[in-house]
């Protein structure tokens, strides 16, 4: 979270804004990132920053693959588990088993920022 908020920041600092809205961030399936830790760690590292009082989206981006073997190209198999709080996208070709590609789903970035502007 803090090389998201030091991001957000260093943007900000090239423009003339009177504070912002919400930051709206993509977080992919396989980082793992939890909601709720993600949430709290803006609010805490944002105090007393320009950033303070905005809200955080958090928008998800599933596991895609496309396969070495068959050329598959789609979603990742999940295996669910009612113990488990979360689910766990399967890393292999959901149609011949073979090796995949990782194409989606591991990333981590800032996808917008709602400013409200300064008036002239």
Do not use: W
């Amino acid at each position: 979270m803090s090389d998201i908020i030091k991001a957000v920041l260093d943007e900000l600092s090239e423009h003339s804004v009177a504070g912002v809205e919400e930051v709206s961030i993509l977080i992919g399936e396989l980082t793992n990132l939890g909601e709720d830790q993600m949430t709290f760690a803006f609010e805490v590292m944002t105090k007393d920053t320009i950033l303070s009082g905005s809200a955080l989206r958090i928008e998800y981006e599933a596991v895609r693959l496309k396969c070495r073997t068959c050329d598959f190209d789609g979603p990742a198999k999940i295996l669910k588990n009612d113990g488990y709080d979360h689910t766990i996208p399967l890393l292999s070709c959901p149609e011949c088993g073979g090796h995949v590609n990782v194409t989606k789903g591991m990333e981590c970035c800032v996808r917008s920022i709602k400013v409200r502007s300064i008036d002239v």
